[in-house]
């Protein structure tokens, strides 16, 4: 049963503390989303990556959020410092992306609380 | 103007009707349209998809797009308690690889 896999789901920590997200694909898909969800905003996409490279973070705060992907395996996310206005519900999705279709799976996600 | 607008609800409806959530997007370009069903506390899931203008059936679910008029649709027949849940509309504009997603609207089946 081919999943995105998210790690931690739950994640409780104090402001000023670093946070990482860990996201490991479907196998065989070659773009990773990041998105993060309240009630307020929705879904809002943070940034995306196509085979390992990054294609578009403007979604981010870039003074204290970092995505990267090490492998074709594992995403991650980090926040530091984290604020108390990130918490929120992160979640990463992945497809394979070509022609017409644009079909996006998404993890259970990472519930973050920042104290 | 949000890129793609739907109401938020809630929408109720009884068990055994037909529920009809509806979506408008703002870019003509736009060329694929999804629609998610997320359960309370739970991720996104795709429960159909679309690009042609027309109808498209699935089950006891249909969409519905209308290029012309920038509007597509989710019927569901027969609506059943389980599908209680937030339907989200997405959008994919032309040549790009990302999504754009609706606030959703939540939708409560009453028996």
């Known amino acids: 049963d081919a999943r995105v896999t998210q790690t931690p789901r739950h994640k409780v920590t104090e402001m000023g503390q670093e946070v990482t997200m860990r996201c490991q694909p479907i196998?065989?898909?070659?773009?990773v989303f990041w998105y993060r969800q309240t009630m307020m905003q929705g879904l809002e996409l943070l940034a995306y990556?196509?085979?390992?490279?990054?294609?578009?973070d403007s979604g981010m705060p870039k003074d204290r959020f970092s995505a990267e992907m090490p492998d074709a395996t594992l995403a991650t996310l980090k926040i530091q410092p984290s604020e108390p206005r990130d918490s929120a519900v992160y979640f990463c999705?992945?497809?394979?992306?070509?022609?017409?279709?644009?079909?996006?799976?998404f993890g259970a996600g990472t519930r973050l609380s920042v104290l | 103007q949000k890129e793609v607008e739907q109401n938020s609800g809630p929408l109720s409806v009884p068990e055994g009707a037909i529920a009809s959530l509806n979506c408008t997007y703002s870019?003509?370009?736009?060329?694929?349209f999804f629609w998610y069903r997320q359960y309370s506390g739970k991720s996104p899931e795709l429960i159909m998809f679309?690009?042609?203008?027309g109808d498209k059936e699935d089950g006891r679910f249909t969409a519905q797009l209308n290029k012309a008029s920038q509007y597509v649709s989710l019927l569901i027949r027969d609506s059943q308690p389980s599908d209680s849940a937030t339907y989200l509309c997405?959008?994919?504009?032309?040549?790009?690889?990302?999504?754009?997603f609706g606030q959703g609207t939540r939708l409560t089946i009453n028996p």
């Open positions: 997405a959008v994919r504009r032309q040549g790009a690889q990302k999504l754009v």
């Open positions: 679309i690009y042609s203008n």
């Open positions: 999705a992945s497809g394979l992306l070509g022609g017409r279709l644009n079909i996006q799976y």
């Open positions: 870019d003509r370009g736009s060329q694929s």
């Open positions: 990556f196509r085979n390992r490279a990054p294609l578009d």
């Open positions: 196998l065989g898909h070659n773009t």
